[in-house]
């Protein structure tokens, strides 16, 4: 008998033996009621107790979040500190109807095509490097879910940043200075790291402990004793480690005075001095 409304067929008799057509019932809330009556009209009466029919054909969908800094769809780039975690729906007759008898379990996979993990809790990827991250679902009628496959590159360093010289340096023994004749131009390179990098997004200046400014690779300074500050920052965030460096840019020709100093006409001895102001 028909327990939900179904409307469809609320009594079907059979005959001992005789195996029920559930085609003929409406999904839906059910009771077997059954009743046999032999030749001396002598009835026994059975009822069974709710089942329910679904006539779910769909499997589920699973989808990956990703939760904190990510870059890109395939790879998708992310960090150390990035999270993914599952969300599945199931259809019953229609995709995307939301209607299916539900999920019974999701599972995912990282750099595997059979060793599959059962899903409870969002989790992390915290060593660098390039993954084939895999999940699908099941439901509660046994429909399982093709595997989906996601591309992922973690990546936690920041860019490392090299200051170069397009003029004639020198560094004086015993110091760190380095001494550069003209104003430039100066130029800081980047280099992402790991090798499946995200990419550079800037890179940061400081100047004599000023505030920091972006820069787009040469620049040139005025003229005098400078202590620069710089470092990179990555697409996804990632600071590379700040590198210090002080130079002396000089333009200005050191002032030289001379005197010529004669002996007497009488020797053959010329004597020529002069003097230089420190530069």
């Known amino acids: 008998s028909d327990e939900g409304g179904n409307g469809l067929l609320d009594t079907l008799w059979v005959s001992t033996g005789v195996a029920i057509d559930v085609e003929l019932l409406d999904a839906g809330s059910w009771r077997v009621l059954a009743q046999a009556t032999d030749f001396a009209t002598n009835v026994a009466t059975a009822a ?12 589920p969908r699973t989808a990956l979040l990703i939760e904190g800094p990510r870059v890109g769809d395939f790879p998708v780039f992310v960090t150390p500190q990035s999270s993914f975690s599952l969300s599945a ?5 229609i995709f995307e109807d939301g209607a299916g008898v539900g999920v019974a379990a999701s599972s995912y996979s990282i750099d595997s095509e059979s060793d599959f993990s059962l899903y ?5 990827i915290v060593q660098e490097g390039a993954y084939d991250l895999r999940y699908l679902s099941v439901d509660l009628a046994g429909h399982v879910e093709g ?26 023994p015993g110091t760190t200075t380095v001494f550069i004749r ?3 131009p100066l130029v800081l390179s980047t280099t992402d790291y790991p090798a499946l990098a995200v990419g550079t997004t800037a ?4 100047v004599n402990e000023g505030a920091a400014a972006a820069i787009g690779g040469q620049f040139s300074l005025p003229e005098g004793l400078r202590d620069l500050a710089f470092w990179g920052v990555d697409a996804l965030g990632n600071q590379g480690s700040t590198v210090v460096a002080s130079l002396k840019l000089d333009v200005t020709a050191p002032a030289v005075t001379g005197d010529l100093i004669m002996t ?7 004597r020529l001095t002069w003097t230089g102001p420190g530069d």
């Not at 069974?48 to 499997?59: K, P």
């Not at 890179?203 to 400081?206: D, H, I, M, P, V």
Request: charged letters at 15%; hydrophobic letters at 50%.
């Open 48 to 59: 069974s107790g709710l089942f329910r029919i679904e006539r779910d054909v769909l499997a």
């Open 89 to 93: 729906v199931d259809d019953l007759l």
């Open 120 to 124: 409870s809790a969002s989790f992390s």
């Open 203 to 206: 890179t940061f200046l400081s």
């Open 264 to 270: 007497a006409l009488s020797t053959d001895t010329i």
């Open 182 to 184: 003209g104003l430039g």
């Open 147 to 172: 595997v989906k496959l996601t591309s992922v590159a973690v990546d936690g360093s920041g860019p490392a940043v090299a200051l170069a010289y397009h003029a004639p340096f020198r560094v004086l």
